[in-house]
């Protein structure tokens, strides 16, 4: 079974006051801009905001979630309802940095560092594709519905496997991106919804026809 006990057993206030991270300052960086895509594969950068809620026989909890994600730079962070960060996720250069609870910890591989210090079974390799609804060579679909966009998938390479289930869908930057999605590995359910998702370009690669967009990157912080 999966074991989450170091987030869903810890008591919220007792985590809130032992916390030193806050969210207050991160935002996409300078020389990333909004565009329009017409497909999720035309965006080489995105940025996402929304909720993961996890669920276990024991535990269920449910946390904010921001993802940006680069050709370089992957930073995930989850906060609380009051805009605190529990978790930040840092890959760039090779490397992954966690900092969780005050402390930090490095390794070069993200899924096995979170699983390590956390107890967390997120898979956080292949979640950049599956929130885009995108599969990767390894997946195998089990259906697509009428607009060829993928319904089901699991990871037959993995033990146990993940299952995904692509539940709903909507536009976002000009592309269909998935809305609600639900992973299920052995007792354990994830459950992710997506908020907002915007396509990002550099600036000085953007096109300079409309499908720039004009409006701020959203950031991390509670709005």
Excluded at 57 to 69: G, I, R, V
Excluded at 126 to 151: C, H
Excluded at 179 to 199: P, S, T
Aim: net charge positive; charged share 20%; aromatic share 6%.
């Amino acid at each position: 079974m999966n074991n989450l006990s170091y987030i869903t057993k810890t008591p919220l206030l007792l985590l809130l006051l032992s916390l030193s991270l806050l969210s207050a300052c991160t935002t996409t960086p300078t020389n990333l801009v909004p565009i329009q895509v017409d497909t999720v594969s035309q965006a080489k950068a995105w940025e996402m905001r929304g909720k993961l809620a996890v669920k276990t026989p024991k535990d269920s909890f449910s946390t904010n979630l921001y993802w940006l994600h680069t050709q370089t730079k992957s930073e995930l962070k989850l906060t609380t309802m009051l805009g605190t960060t529990v978790l930040s996720l840092i890959t760039e250069h090779g490397m992954t940095r966690l900092e969780v609870d005050g402390k930090t910890y490095e390794h070069h591989d993200a899924q096995q560092l979170l699983t390590r210090v956390t107890g967390w079974s997120i898979p956080v390799n292949a979640l950049p594709l599956w929130i885009t609804g995108q599969v990767s060579p390894d997946d195998e679909v089990s259906s697509f519905d009428k607009k060829n966009r993928p319904v089901s998938l699991f990871t037959p390479l993995e033990r146990p496997p993940w299952r995904v289930e692509f539940l709903t869908w909507q536009h976002q930057s000009g592309a269909q991106v998935p809305r609600l999605l639900q992973l299920k590995r052995g007792d354990l359910r994830l459950k992710i919804q997506v908020n907002e998702w915007q396509a990002l370009a550099n600036s000085e690669q953007a096109p300079t026809t409309n499908h720039v967009r004009k409006n701020t990157p959203m950031n991390a912080s509670t709005r």
